[in-house]
């Protein structure tokens, strides 16, 4: 089998996550996070919506990244960002990270808003 290494230019590809952390780049974020493709930083969760409404025009999709398990996020959250034309992929945590970085791969218009993994005591 050939392994060819995916390169990104100078966009941010998510490197990793574990409980309560994501890797983007060289960093390491804790918490809940909003990743694109030039930037990354803490995000209040889903009732934090002015972060994503901020991408509009610079994105196509975004993925909710819900923790570990999958989960709905409030309409309330949604129905405002699908209004203005950006998709919303809900999953959990490691699949956006994984979804993000292969469309980031291809050159896509999107984002990441990620809930953590679960820390364990």
């Known amino acids: 089998m050939r392994l060819t290494e995916i390169t ?14 994501f890797r983007v780049g060289t ?3 804790y918490g ?11 995000w209040g969760g889903v009732e934090d919506i002015d972060p994503v409404i901020a ?7 975004l993925f909710v990244g819900t923790g570990a398990e999958i989960a ?8 405002p960002i699908e209004a203005a034309g950006i998709g919303v992929e809900v999953m959990n945590s ?7 970085n292969v469309l ?3 050159g896509r218009r999107i984002a990441a808003a990620l809930l953590p993994m679960p820390v364990k005591a």
């Open 8 to 21: 990104y230019g100078q966009a941010l590809a998510i490197e990793g996550y574990g409980p309560g952390f």
């Open 104 to 106: 980031l791969g291809e």
């Open 72 to 79: 709905q996020v409030p309409k309330a959250f949604r129905a």
């Open 94 to 100: 490691p699949a956006a990270c994984r979804t993000y």
């Open 27 to 29: 960093h390491v974020l």
């Open 32 to 42: 809940s996070n909003l990743v694109t493709p030039w930037g990354a930083g803490p």
């Open 55 to 61: 991408l509009i025009g610079r994105i196509d999709v």
